[in-house]
């Protein structure tokens, strides 16, 4: 082998590689260990004069950094779409885009409506509008989520009882559902209790034409009802429609979908924005077979029924919202 | 067999369970484990030195003047091997979540981009071929171009998926490599290794 000194160091090369080892020289490491602390020092320097000469600033910086470090993709949902397409899974590919690009957090929005409409019937008062972008999946559930505090979502089993309820609009899908037995815990209560803040119980006129996403029996309406999970008094923000599990779920009207996801409570959800600033919610989920950003139209398929999340039992949990305010779905939908 | 495990290491696994689930985090660890082991039962006795764990993954550190061309490259390719072997016992398991990141881990390695095994292939393929010298330049132009798409990539991600820091390390480890190769510092990394085995003299 041959060898080549130079100072401190002796490189070698080993016949037939034409690579060799390098060692570090001791001057070499301490320039290294110089320069490390002067960077460090001098961020740590300035970091302290920024808190002391700005600390508005800094504050505002504290407060996106610690953002930014809870930011973080759903690692384990990740790994587990992969291993999914990996698997031959249909809809694997999506699977992993879904899961991999999350929605962002609330306060990446800027228009949501911070005060609680006053008024109710059909003339709602104005408010500042959100708007979701089409490559921004899950930004309305995230913005949701600010008006319905320590919401579990959890749903009932479905019952043999109907419910009536109002219909108008022009609705249009396919007839009847399968009906299941079972104990009914989530009749919302009617004792004048008051209304959660951005809930509207009157009906509202839609000026759009709508349908009803599946022809389901009522097993839990909108209102205040013991949780069948949690066993305690909470504010149920939709309507709860049982069917079969794979049953198609149909979009409520011409939209655009703002957001497709999964989480623990609603399980596997889709939001379709429309017109008039209105959106859906539909979850519980056991696919989703419309894409994020895609345009929809009035019964297009865009899920199927299923019992994702918090969920007893094959349903369809329907949302309806207006301007930040949710509206009782039980006045636009036709159910068993 | 000696193993270095660094405080930065440390930290990282830490503040990974803490983010993600102590569950999630033994899912990546047995997914890494399956790759090192990989690389050691392939390799020859006496020819692993030591591991390292580190901020980017774990390094072999191995005698690979002991070994050929063809030997060195078999006992690379071994580990993505073990972590797609994994991955396909998991799928037939039902145990997606391991299966998904055994297949991360495995293409994640597979890379182009040295101390990577798919850099570091390049390297050995092409030596063993043409010569150590158009080995030692394919290995610099790939790891110097990949190294900078895939920084840009990494940080089109982050951005796009709404933030998450796991992809920094990598993003830095990219980054170095780039630099690295593009300086023409062959293999004097100051950058750690990543996931797979590093081989180094």
Redesign the interface.
Known sequence: MAAVQTGHTVKKR?AG???A??RRTVGQSGDRLAMQLAVCGGAFVLLVAAKVLLPGQAAVLRQSLGA??E??????E??????????GEENGAEEVWQA??????PDAWTDVPQDPPSGTDTALPDSTPYTVGPGQAGFALDVLRQYRPGSGGAEARPRPDKESGAESGTETGPVSAEKKSGAETGSPQSDGRALPDQVNMEQSILNFDYCTPVFGTLTSGFGWRTDPIQGVEKFHYGVDLAAAAGTDILCFADGTVAAVGESTSYGKYCIVNHAGDCSTLYAHCSRITASSGASVALGEKIAEVGATGAATGPHLHLELHRGGVYLNPIYYVSHG | MPVRITPGCCLLLAWFAS???W??LL?VLAAAAVHEAGHLLALPDGTVRGLRLTVQGAALDIHS?RLSYGRELLCLLAGPAANFLL?AA??RL????????S??LGLYNLLPVRPLDGGRAVELAV?WAL???AG?NAARSCGGLGGVLLAAGAAW?MI???????LLPPLYGFLCSALRELRGG???FSCHSTQPGTW??
């Open positions: 080993t590689r034409g690579r080892p390098v930014n470090l930011r973080n993709l759903d690692v384990r990740v790994f587990s779409a992969v291993g999914r397409a990996v698997s991999v690009f999350r929605p962002l957090e | 983010a993600n689930g569950g999630t899912l003047s991955a998991a799928v039902r145990l997606h979540t391991l299966a998904g990141a297949v991360l030596s010569g150590p010298r030692e991600l796009s998926s709404g933030g998450t820091l796991w062959g293999d004097s180094k003299d």
